[in-house]
Structures are given as C-alpha cells and as structure tokens.
C-alpha cells in the first residue's frame, strides 16, 4: 500500500536522523557531517537492512544563504538536478503514484556507472518543514542495463527548515548499497570511509 509505505518512510527518516549515537566525522566550511551504523535487524517500510548494514548512514546540515521555497525547489524540478548533484548525467520520472510520490530512474557517468531507481515522497510537517524522503524499487520500466551497477538505498531524506533573515537549514540522510565491488567486506570499507569525505 503506497500510502503506509510513504509513512513508514517519513516515520523512518525522522527517527534515524534524530536517533543518538551518530558519530562526527568532519566539520568545515559550515557543513557538519556524521555516520552511524544501523542495527542489521532494522526494518524500514518492512524491508530489512540485509547486507546492506555494512554501510554506515551519513547524515550533514548545514545553513544555506537560500530562502526555504528556492532551496526546496531544487528537489521537485528534475532539470535542476545538476545544480547539486555534479554525479548525476540522467533523470527521469517512471510515474506519478500519487500527488507527492513518484518513482525516478537516473544514473551516474563514467567511470562509476551506476544507476538507481528510487520512490521519491514530498511531505510537509508542521511549522511548514519540508521533508523529501527516498528509497530504492523496483519497475517494469527500468530493467537493469548492461554496464550498470544498480545501486539499493534503504532510506534517504532531505529536510528543509525556514530560519529567520530568509536562510535555511537544511539536512540530509543516506543509507545506501552501491552494490557491485562495493558490497564485498573490503569494498564496504573503502566505502565508508568514502562516503563521509566527499
């Protein structure tokens, strides 16, 4: 059932972006970053983890000298994609499941060459928080392509707050399975250590 996936999404974000034990890893520039490592037995919208624990979440805030209405824009425009995403060579919408909820395909260039198929959710909490919630699916429309590795996302989330003097405070969080090399013991480490420097 969509609706209690999307949720169970929102739910999920929340609570593993305010969870304790996230550990920091850098600070600099105004960009705050930590990891954390979920529980393997974790549940998100009723799938687990699986091999995919051996990840850790990264989480980062920071300030954006950006009104909350621009800043929220970037992420309902897919033409805008590139403006923070420099990885990212395609998008498209697969569909529209409802009026906040639709599923996209996109992929990265060389040499990574991976690719994602993600269920995208708009919700707006109170006090007009704008939360983007995302995970990976699976569709008829985006059969795996040869040369690509299909990265998995148990759960992502960007969270957009209005602060005074027209700024915004924004968060994300990410835990995803790059798959391929990446989901073996070593290229797990390499990973995570990657992953909260970029």
Same mark, same amino acid.
């Given at each position: 059932?969509?609706?209690? +996936? ?9 609570a ?14 105004? /960009?705050e ?5 979920? *529980?393997?037995?974790?549940? /998100?919208?009723?799938?687990? !983890? ?15 000298n950006?009104? !909350?209405?621009? +800043? ?5 425009? %897919? ?14 919408d697969?569909e529209? /499941? ?10 990265t ?7 994602? +198929? ?7 909490? *109170?006090?007009?928080?704008? !939360? ?8 008829? !429309? ?19 707050r ?15 399975? *790059?798959?391929?090399?990446? %989901? ?5 480490? +390499? ?8």
């Amino acid at each position: 059932d969509a609706v209690w +996936v999307n949720e169970q999404l929102v739910s999920s974000a929340l609570a593993i972006t305010e969870q304790d034990g996230w550990e920091a890893v850098s600070s600099a520039d105004g /960009i705050e970053v930590w990891r954390k490592y979920l *529980p393997g037995d974790t549940k /998100i919208a009723g799938e687990g !983890l699986g091999r995919s624990a051996q990840f850790a979440a990264v989480k980062a805030r920071a300030v954006l000298n950006a009104p !909350l209405d621009e +800043v929220y824009s970037l992420f309902t425009d %897919n033409s805008r994609v590139s403006e923070y995403n420099e990885y990212c060579k395609e998008i498209l919408d697969l569909e529209w /499941i409802d009026e906040n909820t639709k599923v996209t395909y996109s992929s990265t260039g060389r040499p990574w060459c991976r690719d994602f +198929v993600t269920r995208v959710h708009y919700k707006t909490l *109170p006090d007009d928080v704008r !939360l983007v919630v995302n995970r990976a699916e699976d569709h008829t !429309l985006a059969p795996r392509k040869k040369g690509y590795t299909r990265m998995g996302m148990s759960i992502g989330a960007n969270m957009m707050r209005q602060l005074p003097g027209g700024k915004t405070e924004f968060t994300m969080m990410t835990h995803v399975n *790059p798959g391929g090399m990446a %989901n073996t013991g070593f290229g797990a480490m +390499v990973t995570n250590r990657l992953s909260t420097e970029s």
